[in-house]
T-cell receptor, first 120, second 111 residues
Framework: DTGVSQDPRHKITKRGQNVTFRCDPI?????LYWYRQTLGQGPEFLTY????????KSRLLSDRFSAERPKGSFSTLEIQRTEQGDSAMYLC??????????????????FGAGSRLTVL | GQQLNQSPQSMFIQEGEDVSMNCTSS?????WLWYKQDPGEGPVLLIA?????ELTSNGRLTAQFGITRKDSFLNISASIPSDVGIYFC???????????FGGGTRLMVKP
């Protein structure tokens, strides 16, 4: 399977616990994105990486949220001290970087199936 | 922040009917994307549009990039039950580094 993989698909946790989600992007893609989606809404951008560099993180919801991509391949999204409002689907996506002949191609994101978080 | 407005929010149609939905933005986009999301899954790309006025088809789906570059339309012809899902438009924001999504159009098809 050469798609975007996310793990776990479902996570139920108690308020105050830390959770970590993993994303394995398409191997040819060097951009990786994290989104959050709450019920009835469209995906909301959180952060993205190009290779191992985190180029945008101002949209992370609070300092309890952090993401890493240490070797430029897989990425993790961690939520510390979870709150009930963190319950959502966390989506990972990947894409090619902007290319000289096709800069808009970087906008074409391939999404994983998501990790659904329920905080009790 | 950037907002994309989709309409209608939901549609309940009979199998075989054609469907039309649209998406508008307060800003100009240079790319429009249409995704479909099934319950419990991630969004799947249907059509990508890169040029104002562009009309692109993918099977029974046809999408257009509006001339003003502030809107896009998606049409589905001869709907079938597997068309059920949520359809999202999306466009790049912040120099193309953040894909922004609309609120979605929920499509329900009655066999």
């Amino acid at each position: 399977d050469t798609g975007v993989s996310q793990d776990p698909r479902h996570k139920i946790t108690k308020r105050g616990q830390n959770v970590t989600f993993r994303c394995d992007p398409i191997s040819e893609h060097n951009r990786l994105y994290w989104y959050r989606q709450t019920l009835g809404q469209g995906p909301e951008f959180l952060t993205y990486f190009q290779n191992e560099a985190q180029l945008e993180k101002s949209r992370l919801l609070s300092d309890r949220f952090s993401a890493e991509r240490p070797k430029g391949s897989f990425s993790t999204l961690e939520i510390q001290r979870t709150e009930q409002g963190d319950s959502a689907m966390y989506l990972c996506a990947s894409s090619f970087p902007p290319l000289a002949g096709f800069p808009s191609g970087a906008n074409v994101l391939t999404f994983g199936a998501g990790s659904r978080l329920t905080v009790l | 922040g950037q907002q994309l407005n989709q309409s209608p929010q939901s549609m309940f149609i009979q199998e075989g009917e054609d469907v039309s939905m649209n998406c508008t933005s307060s800003s100009i986009f240079n790319t429009w994307l249409w995704y479909k999301q099934d319950p419990g899954e991630g969004p799947v790309l249907l059509i990508a549009l890169y040029k104002a006025g562009e009309l692109t088809s993918n099977g029974r789906l046809t999408a257009q990039f509006g001339i003003t570059r502030k809107d896009s339309f998606l049409n589905i012809s001869a709907s079938i039950p597997s068309d059920v899902g949520i359809y999202f438009c999306a466009g790049p924001y912040n120099a193309g580094n953040m894909l922004t999504f609309g609120g979605g159009t929920r499509l329900m098809v009655k066999p």
